[in-house]
């Protein structure tokens, strides 16, 4: 099998790029990483040269590039079936492809106001209504999938799966935004965060030395 080569921005800001790296480092599944810089003057066109959609993440595999972060996660899934990336069970994996699609389509309000930022130090922001209500209703969504499907495992259901890497980001956002969860949420995001691959992802986050001022929020 060729070389999976998964291309990304700077894992400080990159939100989308954290969800395919998430996934296959959880699934111990081997890829060379190459980063494309945002706030660089040549980041767009360096990434069309790589994918005509001009965005990160990348999937490159052979010949075949593959862009958008839940699309390169279900290819992920079809050619590793072995690694059970979406659920097992016929409903959980509807219910894990549900709660994916929503958070891929939806939660604009919270996330324009509250942009990825690793570095960040933990401090409140004002919200909208619709930004608070996007956060009531992903709270719902993880109670509701760790009840039905995740019993006996530390995530949404149960084991590792698609839709944890989906929502890492906005566990990283409830973090560094100090936006206030219920205690089942906050041991959620303790599951997600406490991984050696959120961890390692975080700390050379920390590490980059690179500043993009309009992802910056007071
Ligand atoms: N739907 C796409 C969205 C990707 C996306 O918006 N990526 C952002 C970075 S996290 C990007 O490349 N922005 C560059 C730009 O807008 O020029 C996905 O899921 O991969």
């Keep these: 099998m060729p070389k999976l080569v998964l291309v990304i921005a700077n894992k ?42 001009g965005r990160v993440p990348v999937l490159l595999h052979g010949k075949l590039v593959i862009w958008d972060s839940l699309a390169i996660l279900d290819y992920l899934a079809e050619i590793f079936p072995g690694k059970n990336l979406w659920p097992k069970s016929k409903a959980a994996r509807a ?17 324009s106001a509250c942009p990825m930022n690793l570095r960040r130090p933990s401090k ?11 956060v009531s209703r992903i709270e719902a969504l993880w109670r509701d999938c760790r009840k039905t499907y995740g019993k006996g495992g530390k995530f949404l259901f149960g084991k590792f799966s698609i839709a944890d890497a989906m929502y890492a980001p906005i ?18 995001m303790a599951n997600i965060t406490s991984t050696r691959a959120f961890q390692t992802w975080k700390a050379e986050a920390l590490g980059e030395p690179w500043i993009v001022p309009e992802d910056e929020v007071d």
């Design 124 to 134: 409140v922001v004002k919200m909208s209504d619709a930004a608070n209500a996007d």
């Design 171 to 188: 566990v990283s956002r409830f973090e560094t935004y100090s936006i206030p969860v219920a205690k089942d949420s906050r041991e959620y």
């Design 95 to 111: 219910t894990a492809r549900s709660v994916s699609n929503e958070i891929h389509s939806g939660f604009s309000d919270l996330r």
């Design 12 to 53: 400080n800001y990159s939100s989308w790029s954290l969800r395919p790296w998430m996934a296959l480092t959880m699934a111990g599944i081997p890829f060379d990483e190459k980063m494309v810089r945002f706030g660089e003057p040549q980041f767009g066109q360096e990434i069309r040269k790589i994918s005509p959609a």
